[in-house]
């Protein structure tokens, strides 16, 4: 008969842990994992998505609250004219529900990190807050969102300082559509100081877009001086939020067009006595690091097609290495040394034969996979070859064997010579 097995003595702790334990132990990382991967969420996203929340929030209680009036309000214009214009109670939907579709718009560039939306975004939210003390004379919903989304936006302004074309089409969005309310309720409001007079909607959106354009047919003028400072007060706001408008959506694309290309020229001209890496393997990636690090000049040139691994700030020119196109821009017969450092030892030797075509005077090192293509490589002639395979076996053998590991044997090795 088998042997029993032996009992622990009193008092001796088991020897592997109880189911129990092991469950607690993976919750307890499990939890662990979840808060880690909610921090770095929260660093990257939690910021901007929480004022994008709060505005589409703030925005969307009012558009509710007054789209009842604003909709009895339109009515009345639409059914008794100019009658319906000195309702002030329907009339003070518009401002606040404007106010709300903004906010619900600019929601989506503060996801974007836009600098122009957290601008507006922050301006919308006082005119919020006071709006909403002001008419429910307390706090209400309207004014506790709109208070946190001050603060967050506040807290976190720093985050938000990209220009951002879809912030600045929201932005000319909301700006026309503003002065297009102000101009045909201003005009509805004064209507009957101009010549002829203004006594419904379709006349009222005509005169507004006709002098917020500043083509001015003449067919409606005004007489009264309230209706002479209003025009003038359109014409002024109608010029402004045009050019505002194209400097915003506009310039952005101009001015990254000429950005871009005066970096390139820039770094054309900055492009002599550098270091010229191509490839985008993972040898390539930590020696730019170490390379920069020591505020060496780097050119990297990455295969079209594959993910860069190099940062935005990095010197990076996208094409075929064996193009000399691709070559003359990434300076290389300025450079001071090219190294090839592609995962494929085939294209490490092309690209070697591409560079001594171009520019024979510029020194080559090429990496090597695979320590069988060694001899292969070597017939395209580069002024060293990186075999860091025979670099790591031999290190590790004489390390094992406590045998001495001189400079002269790692350059030995590092570079392939016999």
């Not at 045998?403 to 044997?409: S, V």
Request: charged share 15%; aromatic share 8%.
């Amino acid at each position: 008969m088998p042997d029993a097995p032996a009992k622990a003595a009193p008092g001796t702790p088991p020897r592997w842990p109880s189911f129990a334990a092991r469950e607690a132990g993976w919750l307890r990382a499990w939890l662990a994992a979840a808060l880690r991967w909610m921090s770095q969420g929260w660093r990257e996203q939690g910021p901007q998505a929480l004022a994008a929340l709060l505005a589409a929030s703030c925005g969307g209680l009012q558009v509710h609250q007054r789209w009842g009036a604003l909709l009895a309000a339109l009515d009345d214009l639409l059914q008794h004219g100019t009658d319906a214009i000195f309702r002030a109670a329907d009339l003070a939907a518009f401002p606040r529900t404007l106010i709300g579709i903004g906010l619900v718009l600019m929601s989506f560039g503060l996801l974007l990190r836009a600098r122009v939306a957290w601008a507006i975004s922050l301006l919308l939210a006082l005119l919020s807050a006071g709006l909403a003390l002001w008419f429910a004379r307390r706090p209400d919903m309207v004014f506790i969102t709109a208070s946190l989304l001050i603060f967050v936006l506040l807290a976190y302004g720093r985050r938000f300082n990209r220009s951002s074309l879809t912030a600045g089409s929201l932005f000319a969005l909301l700006g026309v559509g503003s002065l297009l309310v102000y101009g045909m309720l201003g005009s509805l409001w004064f209507g009957a100081g101009y010549a002829p007079p203004i006594r419904n909607l379709s006349t009222a959106l005509y005169y507004t877009v006709e002098t917020m354009s500043t083509v001015g047919y003449g067919d409606i003028v005004p007489r009264a001086a309230e209706a002479r400072m209003f025009t003038v007060s359109l014409i002024v706001l109608g010029i402004t939020v045009f050019a505002t408008t194209l400097s915003v959506v506009i310039g952005p694309l101009v001015g990254g067009s000429l950005k871009r290309a005066l970096e390139g020229r820039m770094q054309r001209q900055n492009r002599h006595n550098h270091y010229v890496i191509i490839g985008a393997s993972s040898l390539a990636h930590m020696l730019w690091k170490e390379l920069h690090s020591r505020n060496v000049a780097i050119t990297v040139i990455v295969p079209p097609g594959r993910a860069s691994p190099y940062p935005e700030d990095a010197d990076v020119v996208v094409g075929d290495a064996t193009s000399n196109e691709v070559l003359l821009l990434a300076g290389v017969p300025q450079a001071k040394l090219v190294l090839t450092l592609r995962n494929d030892d085939a294209e490490n030797a092309f690209t070697v034969l591409a560079v001594k075509e171009l520019a024979p005077g510029v020194k080559t090192i090429a990496g090597v996979n695979d320590a069988r293509h060694l001899s292969k490589i070597r017939r395209v002639q580069p002024d060293m070859l990186f075999a860091p395979q025979l670099l790591g076996s031999e290190i590790l053998v004489r390390n094992l064997f406590d045998e001495p590991i001189d400079n002269d044997m790692v350059r030995k090795l590092l570079f392939g010579h016999d």
